[in-house]
């Protein structure tokens, strides 16, 4: 897959494969490997501290052969034009999941079944701002099992969880590790937080984009869309985009061919000196502009909910639709003040 380059700075990328193993810089930072040749790949994930995460039971786990067989007629290989990954099959309408960089821009699509049974896919809908995609194929039922969404808010640190997908276009291949974080903060391909994402030490190469992460119960928890590495290959840190986030963008993007999210406007990060979240920018035309909220202002409150940190209100945002209206409340100057905001719709 082209020339690995060793750098001193760690990447996180795209985990999907490139037929033609094109090796991308990423200006200054670390090499970048991405689906499609576009240098789009290159992401940032952030820690996030989240307070109160509940234990789950780890009763009734199955062992990793049998969560294999109970998930493996359900995981597909994706090719995409000269691209690569995995994908999930969500129902029993022919309904693909798989990550949206992984069929971005791509003319033809084909999908291949457990059994080595390849279809033709349609793109439904992709969305950027969470990497997710939904594909459709016409495949007789018979050939399709539907996997089944777990809760990935019950996950815990030291779950175990199993990844099975086409790494380097190795088609079947399971994986399995556990859960070494949670509530991480991945950047999307265009630049958007996807938050709570899972880490797993479970291996997870170029071509495993886009399938599945199951708990001990064979239950999909996430999908797997990153790695961080100095080689650009495994090195037991990668991530995945939980299955809450999965359930709510895949029902938009069936019902409407694409997910609208709640849009502020501004840039944040968690206050260093007080709680709430910290305005680094505010963006020019937006919701957050038209209210006269600046750079420097912290946000203690919006929509009657406590503000304790950056994620936490962008999840208060994400939980709104464009165009509703939410209070919010930031420090400036030493002074609280509380604003009306009409939120829009994300720009693509």
Request: charged share 15%; glycine share 12%.
């Amino acid at each position: 897959m082209g020339t690995v380059r060793p750098r001193t700075t760690p990447s996180v990328t795209l985990a999907a494969a490139l037929a033609a193993g094109a090796l991308i810089g990423a200006g200054g930072g670390a090499a970048t490997y991405a689906a499609l040749s576009s240098g789009k790949g290159e992401t940032v994930v952030r820690q996030v501290t989240v307070n109160n995460a509940q234990p789950t039971s780890s009763s009734g786990n199955l062992s990793v052969q049998s969560i294999y067989r109970l998930a493996n007629k359900g995981v597909v290989e994706i090719t995409a034009d000269q691209g690569q990954g995995s994908g999930l099959v969500y129902d029993g309408n022919g309904h693909i999941l798989t990550n949206a960089h992984v069929v971005d821009g791509a003319s033809s699509i084909s999908v291949k079944f457990w059994n080595g049974k390849s279809f033709d896919a349609q793109v439904v809908g992709t969305d950027a701002s969470t990497d997710l995609a939904v594909l459709k194929v016409n495949a007789p039922v018979s050939e399709l099992f539907p996997l089944s969404l777990g809760d990935s808010s019950n996950l815990v640190v030291g779950d175990q969880v199993v990844a099975i997908g086409s790494p380097f276009g190795l088609e079947g291949t399971v994986t399995s590790g556990i859960v070494s974080a949670l509530h991480r903060e991945m950047t999307s391909p265009n630049q958007f937080a996807i938050d709570d994402s899972i880490q797993t030490d479970a291996a997870i190469n170029h071509g495993n984009s886009g399938g599945p992460l199951l708990d001990a119960q064979g239950k999909v928890v996430g999908i797997t869309s990153q790695i961080e590495s100095n080689s650009g290959g495994n090195e037991g840190v990668g991530f995945a985009i939980p299955s809450n986030t999965i359930r709510s963008i895949a029902s938009q993007l069936i019902s409407n061919g694409k997910a609208e999210h709640a849009f502020l406007g501004v840039v944040l990060r968690d206050s260093s000196t007080q709680t709430g979240a910290a305005i680094n920018q505010v963006r020019q035309g937006t919701p957050a502009a038209h209210a006269g909220l600046h750079a420097g202002d912290v946000v203690t409150a919006a929509a009657g909910k406590h503000i304790i940190s950056a994620s936490q209100l962008r999840a208060v945002i994400n939980a709104h639709r464009p165009g509703d209206t939410i209070s919010v409340t930031y420090t400036r100057g030493g002074q609280s003040h509380t604003v009306k905001v009409k939120l829009a719709a994300r720009p693509a």
